[in-house]
């Protein structure tokens, strides 16, 4: 089994950044893809962005392309989400999860999920 934490959430004006983190336990997660998703109220879960096994291939939403950055560290079974610019409609509870290769946008290709961390961007 796989446990994930997400950290690094919280109140951030709008423009600003953060970076959210997400620590894996239990077992190794440098054999799989990695993948950050959102959530708002009233709204379906949302793909923000992933990374692969290797790190060599990362995937984004067009919402957040150009804003986001996805990094891992496998040696500390670890990934980043590093956001700038943020908007208000960037508001969510922010998901990491684990599973499969590549960097997948859909959800379904992921076993394991953290419980999640608020952002919430004021504007």
């Known amino acids: 089994q796989v446990q994930l934490v997400e950290s690094g959430g919280g109140l951030v004006q709008a423009g600003g950044s953060l970076r959210l983190s997400c620590e894996a336990s239990?077992?190794?997660?440098?054999?799989?893809?990695m993948g950050w998703f959102r959530q708002a109220p009233g709204k379906e879960r949302e793909f923000v962005g992933a990374?692969?096994?290797?790190?060599?291939?990362?995937n984004y939403a067009d919402s957040v392309k150009g804003r986001a950055t996805i990094s891992r560290d496998n040696a500390k079974n670890a990934v980043y989400l590093q956001m700038s610019s943020l908007k208000a409609e960037d508001t969510a509870v922010y998901y990491c999860?684990?599973?499969?290769?590549?960097?997948?946008?859909?959800?379904?290709?992921?076993?394991?999920w953290g419980q999640g961390t608020q952002v919430t961007v004021s504007s």
């Open positions: 239990g077992r190794t997660v440098s054999n799989r893809a």
């Open positions: 990374i692969s096994w290797s790190g060599s291939n990362t």
């Open positions: 999860a684990a599973g499969g290769l590549f960097a997948s946008s859909t959800w379904r290709t992921y076993e394991y």
